[in-house]
């Protein structure tokens, strides 16, 4: 599974982007999807996963902002992004495996290759 993310930039604090993540293959359905982000200087924190069934998972910081959502005809996963504050700043990377555990500790065997997102305060 090869994985590309895009849809990162700049927006001042309060504003909204949505990020993509595109995968090739065609078991897409099958594999946790899960969106991942490092800031400067930090190490690399979970930020939500949608699990194959659909269940949706989400850190607390990002609770109530953030919304995941996949399109599994079009293999791509979403991270729409509201309310954003300058400490959502960081590299986001998406990221894929079948197996959920592995997903949300950052272990998985699939990683997009990080798009930035930038919030001006």
């Known amino acids: 599974v090869q994985l590309q993310a895009f849809g990162g930039g700049l927006v001042q604090a309060g504003g909204s982007l949505r990020l993509s993540c595109t995968a090739s293959g065609r078991t897409f359905s099958s594999y946790h999807m899960g969106w991942f982000r490092q800031a400067p200087g930090k190490e690399r924190e979970f930020v939500t996963a949608?699990?194959?069934?659909?269940?949706?998972f989400y850190a607390d910081s990002v609770k109530g902002r953030f919304t995941i959502s996949r399109d599994n005809a079009k293999n791509t996963v979403y991270l729409q992004m509201d309310t954003l504050k300058p400490e959502d700043t960081a590299v986001y990377y998406c990221?894929?495996?079948?197996?959920?555990?592995?997903?949300?500790?950052?272990?998985?065997?699939?990683w997009g290759q990080g798009t930035l997102v930038t919030v001006s305060s």
């Open positions: 990221a894929a495996d079948q197996r959920g555990i592995d997903l949300y500790r950052g272990k998985s065997d699939y």
């Open positions: 949608a699990w194959s069934g659909g269940s949706t």
